[in-house]
T-cell receptor, first 115, second 112 residues
Framework: DSGVTQTPKHLITATGQRVTLRCSPRSGDLSVYWYQQSLDQGLQFLIQYYNGEERAKGNILERFSAQQFPDLHSELNLSSLELGDSALYFC??????????????FGEGSRLTVL | AQSVTQLDSQVPVFEEAPVELRCNYSSSVSVYLFWYVQYPNQGLQLLLKYLSGSTLVKSINGFEAEFNKSQTSFHLRKPSVHISDTAEYFCAVRERNTPLVFGKGTRLSVIA
């Protein structure tokens, strides 16, 4: 158990809909990262928050947004969903924002299926 | 920007045989290198990492990787694999103050 909690574990929805994925980081970790894992693209970095502020942005679509709340949990909002958004979405956390040691602690992921 | 290439998408190997999972990276600056493992239906876990110092790093379960700057490689090896090593292995690279960038993964299947 990594200590990172993601909900829901599975989600099935239709094209055009909007969903919210939730992540609670390990106790004491200030940084939250979101990654998308798909068969063709592999693990793609989406966005990082550190102590409530956006720290880094990767290949995140404009239809997607995220935030980190004062209690440090984070939400990833996916809107106007398309079939291609079907993927496993991982949240990871680390203590620092720069994360020199590079160790991220991953949740078990939220599997999104768009029909 | 940094990138990672894992040369094999799937590697089948018999139990107790040696294995090497290959990883090459591209970066113009100093990097930190990592191997993560993902068991079925689980998140990724750190297996080992190279930050500085000795170029040979080892994990607690018998894996090792060697940082080769001239070859820009960080291959993962184990002299004798077990069934329980069946998983997907991800090589990752990080430049200072940037997020981890992962390779596409190598699925290791250990055959009894």
């Amino acid at each position: 158990d990594s200590g990172v909690t993601q909900t829901p574990k599975h989600l099935i929805t239709a094209t055009g809909q909007r969903v919210t994925l939730r992540c609670s980081p390990r106790s004491g970790d200030l940084s939250v990262y979101w990654y998308q894992q798909s068969l063709d693209q592999g693990l793609q970095f989406l966005i990082q928050y550190y102590n409530g502020e956006e720290r880094a942005k990767g290949n995140i679509l404009e239809r997607f947004s995220a935030q980190q709340f004062p209690d440090l949990h984070s939400e990833l909002n996916l809107s106007s969903l398309e079939l291609g958004d079907s993927a496993l979405y991982f949240c990871a956390s680390s203590f620092s924002g720069t994360g020199v040691t590079g160790e991220l602690f991953f949740g078990e992921g939220s599997r999104l299926t768009v029909l | 920007a940094q990138s990672v290439t894992q040369l094999d998408s799937q590697v089948p190997v018999f139990e107790e045989a040696p294995v090497e999972l290959r990883c090459n990276y591209s970066s113009s600056v100093s990097v930190y290198l990592f191997w993560y493992v993902q068991y079925p239906n689980q998140g990724l876990q750190l297996l080992l990492k190279y930050l500085s110092g000795s170029t040979l790093v080892k994990s607690i379960n018998g894996f090792e990787a060697e940082f080769n700057k001239s070859q820009t490689s960080f291959h993962l090896r184990k002299p004798s694999v077990h069934i329980s090593d069946t998983a997907e292995y991800f090589c990752a690279v990080r430049e200072r103050n940037t997020p981890l960038v992962f390779g596409k993964g190598t699925r290791l299947s250990v055959i009894a």
